[in-house]
């Protein structure tokens, strides 16, 4: 039974004829031998056709579908023209091996070829990939390289959809930003210090924040200048008038030196920078925190988006976190004292960045350890669970359950109070998340109903204020009839009571109705009865 070996290079399409089969024996050993050989595997394997790519972008479709398991009409029709017809209501006398299954079985279903993918095959599948460019003489040399990596890329490019919002590139930039900006406005707050209590050296001792001090130096400039008429837009500023008052009697008995306008006009400038370094610091920081919700939003839950991204730019990326197991994450960013430890036998570090969590320090000397171990291994989950799961969305209901897992382990270690089992905590957090979810999708249908009931309300408010009107216009005849009935049953009263007494028969019987007249019937039986039971006694 002849062979024959379909080879999908980045060229294009290959067949390659097998001959000898049954010397060989179909012995893998005997190919796996005779592959690195080219005189021998050329004696077995031999090309039979060979049908370029028009183009780049044509190769990246045929790659697509060959990977999904699809059989184009390109490779139809390569198949058909160049492998032997069988005739009709026989079977074939040969058989195509291929190197994956599901593209052989679509093959087979399709074009009724038989197919075959095995251990046999695949060795000769490696020979023909390991000499293609011999078997075929118009390749030039290097271009079968140039093309594998060029499909490689576009195919890698096309296949590796990356989600904009959870790159997380952007968060570790931001993060040494942020650290880098905390450096500098530490060093530039105290250099304003410097520099301006040379004018007015009180006010470092009555302010201590970096920022109000620089607002205050661009605010008083001249500390002869400052009244006691600037105290309310100094509390403004404060945010204590006492603090105020203070500054202004201060200013008063200063023992700075005055500065001349020139160089006060330079102080007042550099503070100004000092101020937009700390607004745009405090923006970044929001952004940080808006950029961890989405790319770990479980991480930032469970240890703070601050030491969350210090994991990530320190790991390299969040997939690099993810795969860390728990005790490389537990003294991430103590390397070199636990190499300095392991060097000279001494105890390793018990925490890395995780130290700066406020889990770690609320705990006892002595649990300190325990509870970095501990929080590790919950930073892990969290970890994978933000990069792995495949939720658009992400959610913290994760890292929440985790970090009341923590909380819990911390009231065992203190008071000793039992912690709920892992499995449990899970389960509840798989829930509280599905819920999450159904509630998103409720939410846009409950708003497409909400918008067409006020359309409703409003095409229907015009026929409701009619039917109201008239309505009003029934209640008012009634009330009219009311009184005048009431006028006469007060004119029968000063007539004879016994009238009177007929009129209110006659309106209850009006307002009764039908029932009233069952009632009466029932009175007079019981009346009947009541004279037949005297008759009786007498």
Known sequence: MALFLLYESASGYALFEAHGIDEIGQNTEAVRNSVSDLNRFGKVV???????????????????????????????????????????????????????????????????????SNEFVLELIRGVRLHFDRFVSDLKSGDLEKAQLGLGHSYSRAKVKFNVNRVDNMVIQAIFLLDTLDKDINSFSMRVREWYSWHFPELVKIVNDNYLYAKLTKFIEDKSKLTEDKISDLTDIVGDEDKAKEIVEAAKASMGQDLSPVDLINVQQFAQRVMDLSEYRRKLYDYLVAKMGDIAPNLASLIGEVVGARLISHAGSLTNLAKCPSSTLQILGAEKALFRALKTKGNTPKYGLIFHSSFIGRASAKNKGRMARYLANKCSIASRIDCFSEREKGTTAFGEKLREQVEERLDFYDKGVAPRKNIDVMRAAMESADNKDTEMETEVPLEASSKKAKKKQKDDAPENTNGDAAEDHKSEKKKKKEKRKLDQEIELDDGANGVASETKKKKKKDKKGDDSEVVEAAIETKKKKKKSKSKNDE
């Open 46 to 116: 031999k090309l039979r056709s060979f049908n370029p790519f028009t183009s780049a972008l044509d190769a990246l479709t045929q790659c697509n579908a060959i990977s999904e398991g699809i059989l184009t009409d390109e490779l139809r029709t390569v198949l058909e023209t160049n492998l032997p017809k069988p005739k009709e209501g026989k079977k074939a006398k040969f058989s195509l091996g291929v190197a994956d299954p599901k593209i052989g079985s679509q093959i087979s279903e399709l074009t009724k070829i038989p197919c075959q």
